[in-house]
């Protein structure tokens, strides 16, 4: 297995918290690249992966600007600009890719047979949350973080398959619900942890825990589409799917 985690770490907690999730549950990532890629979240991601003893593990790139890119190589923290992280999407593949923040700097550049994605929304849910009855379209902060980015990766042949995980559902999965199932056992995570509020919503772990197979999702054949800023769903015949419920938690 090869695994690329994308993220905004650092923008919203529980990026972090997937992060450790992962890590706990043996899946660590052989590829971490970081959105809008400033130092201080590399640092964040630096320290969490030597919380759990996988900085060997693990290569990290930063997508960002040259002004970014201060102190190359420091701490093994591979710092690409987009001309030379351009290289890299060129030279290589994962098997799967999860990505939990604004896809800024893939595109039309990943190339993996599977793809979780963070974002998007279908009114056909499972037990919709009461806010979104009867609303056919919403915004989405991951897709319309970097909307050229996205439409570029919706349409990519290069992803094989493409799941998305929508507010619809993952608004509905706060921490109060995670502690029912896990929570971290590393002791300065879970410090950082249990400082969140019960009502949080965990929407990047959700992602990762049906990656991981310990949440059963319910998906429709559907594809994200936007009407301007709003996003909703059309159905299609292509590997491309939405999330309308889980089965095995009460959401």
């Not at 992060?19 to 549950?25: I, P």
């Not at 054949?221 to 799917?241: G, K, R, W």
């Amino acid at each position: 297995m090869t695994l690329l985690l994308h993220t905004d770490v650092g923008h919203d907690p529980d990026d972090a918290v997937a992060l450790s999730y992962l890590l706990e549950r043996g899946y660590c990532p052989d590829y971490i690249t970081i959105s809008p890629g400033f130092q201080e979240q590399a640092d964040i991601v630096w320290s969490i992966l030597g919380e759990y003893g996988k900085r060997e593990h693990c290569q990290i790139f930063i997508h960002g600007t040259e002004k970014t890119n201060h102190e190359p190589g420091k701490h093994k923290i591979f710092m690409c600009g987009f001309s030379s992280s351009e290289r890299f999407w060129n030279s290589f593949c994962v098997k799967d890719a999860i990505v939990i923040g604004p896809p800024k700097g893939l595109g039309d550049r990943l190339r993996c047979n599977r793809i979780f994605f963070q974002g998007g929304y279908s009114q056909n849910s499972v037990n919709p949350l009461p806010k979104f009855l009867g609303v056919p379209a919403v915004q989405s902060f991951n897709p319309s973080g970097a909307r050229d980015d996205f439409k570029k990766l919706l349409a990519s042949d290069s992803v094989k398959e493409k799941r998305y995980i929508g507010k619809n559902v993952c608004h509905g999965f706060t921490k109060a619900d995670l502690v029912k199932i896990w929570s971290p056992k590393n002791k300065r995570v879970k410090s950082f942890f249990d400082k969140l509020e019960p009502k949080k919503a965990m929407h990047d772990v959700l992602a990762c825990m049906i990656y991981t197979g310990e949440i059963n999702p319910i998906w429709e054949q559907a594809t994200p589409v936007f009407n301007e800023l709003l996003m909703s769903t059309t159905p299609t015949s292509d590997n491309i799917y939405s999330l309308i419920g889980i089965t095995n938690y009460e959401v």
